[in-house]
């Protein structure tokens, strides 16, 4: 089944260590997303590339960084993670048009 | 800009009864408009949508919504509900030559008693 694929479910990283979320997807969409979901709160989007066009939201932070070397993958990276970064990140793809579809998601948690 | 806005943050309703989630928006044309459900740690899962065309939709899981443009709704109804839809709810609006980009609602956390 097409689908979007998030590695890895779930990742420990250290104050301040790089890290890096992982995005697959088998839908070959053209756009594809990066959300943070804190606790009972709506996702929040981070940036989105469409294509090769990466695209910034306003507020986030510029420790948020992002790569998508080909249409299948895209990958979302904290170069120095805080307390505060600790969330669940959602990958996302679409059409450009239309819905969404989601992954399952990636658990962070900061120690 | 667009907005959504979900009034209930958490509602409760019995197995078997009827539920209605309630979403309005705010946009200047007209709204594409999406329901996602969330289950606890996992991604979001497309209910139904709205574009165009018949105002009453049918979704995934015996869900339907109706948009009532004059209200600026596109509330989500389910007419028995069963445990596992016990979930956190998500409206969505949306619009072309946006690059697919979605505005989302808080949500709506459903819990269901036996």
């Known amino acids: 089944d097409a689908m979007v694929i998030q590695n890895p479910r779930y990742q420990v990283t250290q104050f301040g260590k790089p890290v890096t979320l992982s995005c697959s997807q088998t839908?070959?969409?053209?756009?594809m997303y990066w959300y943070q979901q804190k606790s009972s709160q709506a996702p929040k989007l981070l940036f989105h590339?469409?294509?090769?066009?990466?695209?910034n939201e306003a507020d986030t932070p510029d420790n948020f960084q992002s790569r998508r070397p080909n249409t299948s993958f895209c990958f979302l990276d904290i170069r120095s993670p805080g307390l505060g970064d600790a969330a669940m990140y959602l990958c996302?793809?679409?059409?450009?048009?239309?819905?969404?579809?989601f992954g399952p998601g990636t658990r962070l948690t900061v120690t | 800009a667009q907005s959504v806005t979900q009034p209930d943050i958490h509602i409760t309703v019995s197995e078997g009864a009827s539920l209605e989630l309630r979403c309005n928006y705010s946009y200047g044309a007209t709204p594409y408009l999406f329901w996602y459900v969330q289950s606890p740690g996992q991604g979001l899962q497309l209910l139904l949508k709205y574009f165009s065309g018949d105002t009453l939709v049918q979704g995934i899981k015996g869900f339907e919504a109706e948009f009532k443009r004059s209200q600026s709704s596109f509330n989500l109804r389910k007419p028995s509900v069963h445990w596992s839809d016990a979930a956190e709810y998500f409206c969505?609006?949306?619009?072309?030559?946006?690059?697919?980009?979605?505005?989302f609602g808080d949500g709506t956390t459903l819990t269901v008693k036996p």
């Open positions: 590339y469409y294509d090769k066009d990466f695209n």
């Open positions: 839908l070959n969409h053209n756009v």
């Open positions: 996302a793809t679409s059409t450009g048009s239309y819905e969404q579809y």
């Open positions: 969505a609006v949306g619009a072309t030559g946006n690059a697919g980009k979605s505005t």
